[in-house]
T-cell receptor, first 113, second 115 residues
Framework: DAKTTQPTSMDCAEGRAANLPCNHS???????VYWYRQIHSQGPQYIIHGLKNNETNEMASLIITEDRKSSTLILPHATLRDTAVYYCIVREAGSSNTGKLIFGQGTTLQVKP | EAQVTQNPRYLITVTGKKLTVTCSQNMNHEYMSWYRQDPGLGLRQIYYSMNVEVTDKGDVPEGYKVSRKEKRNFPLILESPSPNQTSLYFC??????????????FGQGTRLTVV
């Protein structure tokens, strides 16, 4: 699975959009980009995934560049409860060890009042 | 409500005293995993199971055992715990959404201290 690079930490004002970047320059054609977050030592929570098209769900939007070498997770109106560590994970579709996710260090997002 | 339930949430034990951390999921998922999380090392997979009676080692299996006798349960067993197994443990269950996309659901974690 391709390696990802994320900034260690970011701040965001409450109510503003939080844009979390991820670099995955070695991504291959059949690898998806997933985002998970972990709120204060709770279990990680799935947010969104994408292959090459932009995606949106009730939690967030995912923008993937045309060359797929980077992506941005967007929380459109961040709240204090969005303070968490955000993990960008690249994973091959249909990997034999279906449960395995390789977590890097992630980005610690601090949403401030 | 779809969930993965781990017990206990907190445990302090002594070196060498066998313990079991239970994990149960109510989503009928085939795939289940155990992870441990340590400062500076992130989350690392210990063991995984792709179905009943099918288990395999992850990245850090030493000192752990698992079993999968029923689809919903995936207990983690420490036969002889040592202080280096002090960690935060997570159980996860996963399913394939289609086109090879996997979504994982994690339990709330078990904080284990071995003294």
């Amino acid at each position: 699975d391709a390696k990802t690079t994320q900034p260690t930490s970011m701040d965001c004002a409450e109510g503003r959009a939080a844009n979390l970047p991820c670099n995955h320059s070695t991504i291959s054609g059949n690898e998806y980009v997933y985002w998970y977050r972990q709120i204060h030592s709770q279990g990680p929570q799935y947010i969104i995934h994408g292959l090459k098209n932009n995606e949106t769900n009730e939690m967030a939007s995912l923008i993937i560049t045309e060359d797929r070498k980077s992506s941005t997770l967007i929380l459109p109106h961040a709240t204090l409860r969005d303070t968490a560590v955000y993990y960008c994970i690249v994973r091959e579709a249909g990997s034999s060890n279906t449960g395995k996710l390789i977590f890097g260090q992630g980005t610690t997002l601090q949403v401030k009042p | 409500e779809a969930q993965v339930t781990q017990n206990p949430r907190y445990l302090i034990t002594v070196t060498g005293k066998k313990l079991t951390v239970t994990c149960s999921q109510n989503m009928n998922h085939e795939y289940m995993s155990w992870y441990r999380q340590d400062p500076g090392l992130g989350l690392r997979q210990i063991y995984y199971s792709m179905n009943v009676e099918v288990t395999d080692k992850g990245d850090v299996p030493e000192g752990y055992k698992v079993s999968r006798k029923e689809k919903r349960n995936f207990p983690l067993i420490l036969e002889s715990p040592s202080p280096n197994q002090t960690s935060l443990y997570f159980c996860a269950s996963s399913y394939q959404r289609g086109r090879g996309v996997t979504e994982a659901f994690f339990g709330q974690g078990t904080r284990l201290t071995v003294v």
